[in-house]
């Protein structure tokens, strides 16, 4: 029945997905770039597409669960006629506080399964490439919660199973606690062992104390996607050196979408207005778009 659901949703609008990229490499924007000026009412997800298109010159999107005014189908309809009328594609739905996947009990792990279903739905109907949840639950010391991964796998596998025949991958991200540990992640892609599971590489988003460079080393061979971190410019932490962290990426063969998630530094208690805020933001996806754009594309 899912799947049934799921062809209807595909076909239904009769809109075409906007091509992939041509080239191994593409730039896309995690709408969570965008977050403060979200928060402050400053736009719609369905302005997004005209935003990348206008002031980014970007041509894919990540979207956010969380930025979904009304997830109906008529909503949906007019959302993706949006981004197909600018040309945008949709690549992966990032989904957030639908439940503890690697949860002690296992009633918790299955209501995290089901709470996935309708995003699943929503990614196909949008032309996504994958799903991204997190591995949450389980005990404070991750790494003394033997059974963690096993958890964790066997509530991706029901995940898997309900995306069956739809295309999309389901992927992790390394997203703080045991799901930033490269080691927990490893360890889950080998027990998942699923063609169409891998992982989301957050470049920034590792452990304190951690080498995040060591890290996206570890994990880079399981991604499936990428969201590229880091401090440029005068504030440039040399830990968290973003120009180097994407070369890091490139020279460990990653290929696909770059995905910009980078939100603007301000000073401590800083207070700006909406409009204020998109501008920082704006400012901020171009830095770093720059350094995708020279690094991995090789323009000038």
């Known amino acids: 029945m899912a799947l049934s659901r799921r062809s209807l949703l595909a076909s239904a609008a009769g809109l075409a997905v906007p091509a992939a990229t041509a080239t191994p490499h593409g730039v896309s924007l995690a709408a969570w770039s965008f977050s403060g000026s979200f928060r402050q009412g400053k736009w719609k997800l369905i302005e997004m597409p005209g935003i990348l298109r206008n002031k980014l010159g970007i041509e894919a999107l990540e979207h956010v669960n969380q930025f979904f005014e009304n997830p109906m189908f008529t909503y949906l309809q007019k959302l993706k006629k949006a981004f197909a009328d600018e040309g945008v594609r ?7 506080g639908e439940g503890n996947t690697a949860g002690y009990e296992k009633a918790e792990r299955v209501q995290a399964a089901v709470n996935h279903r309708k995003w699943i739905d929503i990614a196909h109907y949008l032309g996504c490439n994958s799903v991204r949840c997190n591995v949450y639950g389980g005990g404070e010391d991750w790494k003394q919660d033997k059974d963690l991964v096993s958890r964790a796998a066997e509530t991706l596998h029901m995940m898997l199973d309900y995306a069956k025949g739809s295309g999309l991958d389901i992927i992790v991200e390394n997203h703080g606690r045991a799901s930033s540990d ?14 169409k599971f891998g992982l989301l590489c957050d470049l920034g988003n590792w452990n304190k104390g951690d080498d995040r460079y060591a890290a996206v080393r570890k994990t880079l061979g399981h991604a499936k996607g990428l969201s590229v971190k880091g401090t440029w410019g005068a504030g440039l932490d040399p830990e968290f050196d973003a120009e180097k962290l994407v070369r890091t990426a490139l020279e460990g063969g990653y290929q696909g979408w770059w995905g910009l998630e980078v ?3 301000r000073a401590q208690g800083q207070a700006l207005s909406a409009d204020q805020q998109f501008a920082l933001e704006v400012q901020t996806v171009l830095e770093a778009k720059a350094i995708v754009d020279r690094v991995v594309l090789k323009k000038s």
């Open 263 to 265: 939100t603007p530094r």
């Open 90 to 96: 949709s690549t992966i739905l990032m989904v957030d």
């Open 182 to 195: 490269p080691e927990i992640l490893v360890a889950l892609v080998k027990k998942v062992n699923h063609r």
